[in-house]
């Protein structure tokens, strides 16, 4: 079948993107389900850094390529073996598909599983295939087995994971990645228990779920630190009881007279080294320190080990949220029900797949949380 798709077929690219265009709308070609495999009309994807980190050259990938690993929508049809989903069902996608054999799956790692990681890295889905192609005939690769800047994805079963039909799909997109990843750090990786300190350094998307899991956690105190005061102002009214600019040259002081020495926990999702660095300064003795932001890979952080040994710290990365998605998105879903997660307060707008690059430049400024393309 013939769909609208976003192709990037070149990176790093310059900004502005609105008058470079990285991301061409195209007229592609998506070949059918093939076995254990599912095609889905995709009903909404978000922007995310991540898929910003391929158009800068931050992490570079297999061109040509349609990105967006973070999206939900309705199942079209299913391929041969697939018999536990029905043209109609909703689904959210997971940008890391999970064999459920490999020795991570096996131990409860879904987000390390080993072919899920290899066919990401290859640009496939996870058995190894690509299902786009230009109209010349030249295969196009899927971002993280989705390519959830299309029309329609054939994604694989394993990258699936069911909903109810009574949840807004453009709320349930953000499910994916966002809320997976940060409500996943602070529950998941990070072990928050009830009554303590939390700080989250960096508020996009996945910092701010990372505030709201924090407070579904039972924190009693969460600081957010971030360069944008309009984001501080969301975090408090998420549930954040302290902000800081973390632009302020006394930022480390002013947390650590606040928290009396430094949080429990101090959680970096920014994606850079000096972001980093703060979060482990701001850690008391004995807390711990957890990095969920995909820093550029040449990016470098100097520590003193001394401290991890006299003062008993812990540094954790996490990614994905140490999520089990069929397990944690319903959890984390069951919550936003109950109003537990505001997940919709990360809604910045609205928009066609045609103002694409636009809003990568209101991401990259830090103008939106999320902006989430609507079919």
Do not use: W
Request: aromatic residues 4%.
């Amino acid at each position: 079948m013939q769909i609208r798709a976003a192709v990037l077929r070149t990176s790093p690219v310059n900004k502005p993107y609105a008058d470079t265009r990285p991301l061409s709308i195209e007229t592609v070609q998506l070949a059918p389900p093939q076995a254990g495999e599912v095609l889905i009309k995709v009903a909404a994807a978000g922007l995310c850094h991540s898929d910003l980190s391929v158009i800068n050259g931050d992490r570079p990938r297999q061109l040509p390529m349609v990105l967006g690993h973070e999206a939900a929508g309705v199942v079209v049809e299913t391929g041969p073996g697939v018999d536990d989903l029905s043209a109609g069902d909703h689904v959210v996608m997971s940008f890391v598909p999970t064999c459920g054999t490999c020795p991570s799956c096996m131990e409860g790692r879904a987000q390390l599983c080993g072919p899920g990681q290899a066919s990401n890295g290859a640009g496939t889905l996870l058995g190894g295939g690509r299902r786009l192609k230009c109209d010349d005939g030249t295969d196009i690769y899927h971002l993280c087995g989705i390519a959830g800047y299309g029309e329609y994805a054939v994604v694989s079963r394993r990258s699936i994971i069911k909903i109810d039909k009574e949840m807004s799909l453009i709320d349930a997109a953000l499910f994916g990645c966002a809320v997976m990843t940060g409500v996943g750090t602070v529950v998941n990786t990070a072990g928050v228990r009830p009554g303590q300190s939390v700080a989250v350094v960096g508020l996009g998307g996945v910092g701010l779920s990372a505030v709201m899991g924090a407070v579904a956690a039972g924190a009693d105190q969460i600081v957010a630190l971030d360069l944008s005061p309009q984001k501080l102002d969301l975090a408090r009214q998420i549930g954040a009881t302290d902000t800081f600019l973390a632009s302020d040259p006394d930022i480390v002081e002013a947390v650590k007279e606040a928290t009396r020495g430094g949080v429990d926990h101090a959680i970096e999702m920014a994606g850079s080294a000096p972001a980093f660095e703060l979060a482990y300064k701001i850690t008391r003795r004995g807390g711990t320190t957890t990095t969920g932001g995909l820093a550029n890979p040449n990016a470098r952080i100097s520590l003193p080990p001394v401290h991890l040994v006299a003062e008993e710290r812990t540094i954790k990365g996490s990614y994905m949220g140490s999520c089990v998605p069929p397990r944690d998105i319903p959890r984390f879903m069951a919550l936003y029900k109950r109003g537990k997660l505001p997940v919709n307060r990360l809604l910045s707008s609205t928009g066609p797949l045609d103002t694409i690059n636009e809003n990568f430049d209101r991401l990259d400024r830090g103008e939106v949380v999320r902006h989430v393309i609507v079919y």
